[in-house]
């Protein structure tokens, strides 16, 4: 299976999603201005991703002779909805008040990683238990290999569905803007041998009337105390259809996306990006270069859409709070 990410001991090696499908190129990472444009510009993405590559960022500006705390602050600036990111840079911040020297932050930054390679397994073997057989199952974004350091979150319960004879058919929202299921999921499963067929976006709710889908999982980037829960946007329309047409609807997340800190989803950041996502594919306009444009990158989904959260330490089902 495809890695996205690895560090060599005296940098960080990268898949540049932003250049996927058309190339799988790898780009090395030297210091913490090319991790901060690395995650603001996407070419590494997803909430556990983004943080095990924040966790580095902290290792490299140390060997750069950057003062650490500076570095935190700078990094957490980057994506303000991933909770991910925030917890790491905490977690970071305690070797370093604990006056840890460089091999002791760069074991917890492998720890780190390691923890979340571990995690997307497990979530992968709990969440055999919602799928059924001849699963027809509808994602959107891209929750795997190229969001995760292990297998993947909502993807990672698909790949051991699938090695279990369970999978007829996987249905991938293409995600406007950035196109991260057309570019990122449909990749890296037809890479893995996971039947896999691309749909766009407002294809979602006829697929659900015509019984094309009996089940929806996808990824979170922060989950409220309620059980509220941010991802890509377009999540929220998922979850109101798959209500209307009762079928099942779960979120596939390591633990260390739940944020208990936030009491409801009212109070998670959502992120606004460049208006050239929407206005452009790839190099090219797609409408008026003047055209006014709301491009924010997260919806909300209240808890009570959620018919469980897939972690890596069991199924929580509701009440959540």
């Not at 571990?118 to 929750?143: F, K, Q, S, W």
Request: hydrophobic share 45%.
């Amino acid at each position: 299976m495809l890695k996205s990410v690895e560090w060599t001991g005296n940098y960080l090696v990268i898949v540049d999603q932003t250049k996927l499908p058309e190339k799988l190129e790898y780009i090395e990472l030297h210091t913490v201005s090319d991790v901060q444009d690395a995650i603001v510009n996407m070419k590494v993405r997803g909430a556990p991703l983004i943080g095990v590559v924040a966790a580095y960022g902290v290792l490299l500006g140390v060997l750069e002779g950057r003062n650490p705390y500076m570095v935190i602050e700078q990094l957490k600036k980057t994506r303000p909805t991933a909770v991910n990111l925030e917890k790491v840079l905490d977690e970071m911040q305690v070797v370093i008040d604990e006056g840890g020297d460089l091999t002791e932050i760069e074991n917890r930054a492998r720890e780190i990683e390691r923890r979340e390679v571990e995690a997307t397994y497990r979530i992968g073997l709990v969440g055999l238990d919602v799928v059924p057989d001849n699963a027809r199952i509808l994602t959107i974004c891209n929750t795997g290999v190229f969001a995760t350091p292990g297998i993947g979150t909502a993807l990672g319960v698909i790949y051991k569905a699938h090695e279990a004879g369970k999978v007829e058919m996987v249905y991938a929202l293409e995600t406007r803007p950035v196109l991260q299921g057309a570019r990122l999921t449909v990749f890296e499963l037809m890479e893995n041998g996971v039947d896999v067929t691309l749909v766009v976006d407002s294809m979602a709710g006829i697929l659900m009337a015509r019984n094309y889908v009996n089940l929806v999982i996808v990824g979170a980037d922060r989950v409220a105390a309620n059980g509220d829960f941010a991802n890509k946007i377009g999540t929220l329309n998922l979850a109101v259809l798959a209500r209307h047409f009762k079928i099942p609807f779960f979120v596939a997340l390591p633990t260390s996306t739940i944020d208990p800190n936030i009491e409801n989803g009212e109070n998670i950041p959502l992120e606004e990006r460049p208006e050239d996502e929407v206005k452009k594919i790839g190099d090219r306009y797609i409408t008026r270069p003047d055209a006014k444009v709301f491009n924010l990158a997260f919806d909300v989904t209240p808890g009570e859409f959620v018919h469980g959260f897939i972690t890596e330490k069991g199924i929580l089902t509701p009440p959540f709070k």
